[in-house]
DNA sequence: GATGAATGAGTGTTCATTCAT
DNA sequence: CATGAATGAACACTCATTCAT
């Protein structure tokens, strides 16, 4: 059994990573079947005998993306000072959005537009690390080692620096922000919202 | 004269309204023409008299959005300060946010997978904006008000958070954020630019 | 009466020649009512109260044809001798072609497919001239001139001769026959009709 | 595979015969994708299994018609005498033409409004023919058994008079021509072209 | 299981024709 | 009379999906 199925979990996959690449490309609807058969070398009626439908395949990359336990990587960091907890974080985003690059932007295209995947993508993949991010905040709070905020606002606050900051490195190459290094990129974020930008403590 | 092209402007607004409506709530390839003529209330063979093709239209819901001269109001904003460029800077990308929804949703679907719309949209929306806000921080750290940065990171972490909770606000309408009032919004983004997060000053 | 009526049937001409254009170049299908009214400096609408339909312009440059009374000139020309004669003819049906070249070609596109327009061509266009070649035919025949023959053969024998080498003159330019001085054309034709390719009375 | 092949082949074949059909009755333009696949009793769609479009089909009809290499049987023609090679020309075209008959007036329709299947119709059709009875020509007043004459207005001269009498009689049955036995049809040219009109070798 | 040929529903676009001005 | 904006029927073409082999 475990045989057969690896087999047909490894296809599934193959099927899966290929489909991304050219929702990625072309979007969701340009996409053809046929194309994603060619690219994973089988005939178009053979991804009939792994997903019930186009539609399939796009519900079981956002799976994909979900399983992705974010949540755990962030709990981890959740024992780090504030400084390293936002290297950590800061790290672990890029890094993911770097890796699932195809699949995100295969969901890109349709997540506007499909309230359940739009819907799902809230709650799976943003929501958990807000809550990650706040629990985090309000414990540091507590510590005294940070000052009390609003988290529900400061936590997609940072959660949108990182995205579209990731976003520019790798859609928009001529900007400026993808030739600095990455470990530049989180020594400056970090600063940025642990410090701000006043200059006050700058003098003492 | 000034007469008919006024009518001509109205219905070729009109139209450009109920394509944007269709394409944000479709995406772009689901929207059919015939369903932005029966909203507009004419055939669908009268669209043609006023765009060239369906993705003209999508090209010129672009354009729409790209002529609302943001910078304007960027600069405008700039003899305020920090304190109030950003309240200013904020309210203004919510504002444009809100008024545009369905312009802007319409491009999302689009943006990921149209070379040109995406290297329009940045250099034109983006960008812009970016070295509005990169330019005023400049200024103030010349000026002593603020610390020294690397503007093109901070700019568009800036920028990142406004979108994102902007987002939030109009997209997930179950996440806190929606109820937040407004101006309660921008006293915390400004306090965690201008701050930080850390607890260091508090105390004293 | 005679006024309203002019100005009328001079319109009637005009846009009848701006459609035979039009036909001509793009083929009945291709052609458009709006590109005939503007060559005409007209508005679409207004073809409509001239003829009743997009056919019925073709019908008409039909008729344009046919009224062109061809026999005429052959009946003018059967007092000549037969070598008279055959020039004549041949002069006139080389002009004729290239006078209404329009309005052939228009037809050309439409004759095959359509059979009353094929039927009224050949009876209205084709056939008397092939009669009236006959009845000269024959009476030089009778007078000992030209030797028997079945001249419901060679009337249309000629005539392809000449239609082909018209055609061949005006569309192919990149052939001889386009440089043939008309005289030599003539000449050689009548020759050959005259007395054939056989060798046999040259060396006499 | 040379069973697949042949499958495949035969199929296009019976698209092509259909659409040589359709685009004959119709015209082009109004030939549709749909009446042709259903004359060969499959889906629409099938079609564009094996032709790229609609027009891909014309020019595939026309290169049927190029295909058909003419000249080998004007060419096997060249070695008999003069009356013997008239009258194989005339009747090898004859056949030709009723064979052909629907790709012929498939072609006819378009022929005079692109420029490109123009071209690729004189060119590959009319001008190897026009080049070979040339040469036969040529070779035959070397030889002594026909006169001089210009072989360049000769030569489409005779193949114009084949060609109208071959449309005469497929296209207008209720012309005496269509009666006409065709060797006698053949014999009456031959002496036509051959011994000319003129009553002067008559009475020796 | 795998194939890939066949399907046919669905859509952007054109353009002859109409009719209110 | 003349206009030209509006109409909407018609058609080529695409591609997800099926199913006989």
Redesign the interface.
Known sequence: MGWHESLREQRKEAILEAAAEVFA??????ATIKEIAARVGIAPGTIYLYFESKRALLLSIADRLITQRVSEVLEQASSLD?QGYIAAVLQERLDFFRRNQPFL?AL???V??DESL?RRF?TQVL?PVFASGARY?EKK?AE????P??V???A??????????SL?RI??PE???AD?PED??IE??T????????????GE
Request: hydrophobic share 50%; charged share 20%; with cysteine.
């Open positions: 490309q072309k979007g969701y609807h340009r504030a932007q890109a295209t349709e506007w537009t739009r809230f929501a905040l709070v005294g080692v940070l000052r905020c609003r529900e606002i400061v997609p606050a940072v959660a949108g620096s990182i995205i579209l900051i520019l859609f928009v900007y400026t922000l600095v530049e990129l400056e974020l600063r940025l919202y642990l410090d701000g930008l006043s200059a006050r403590g700058e």
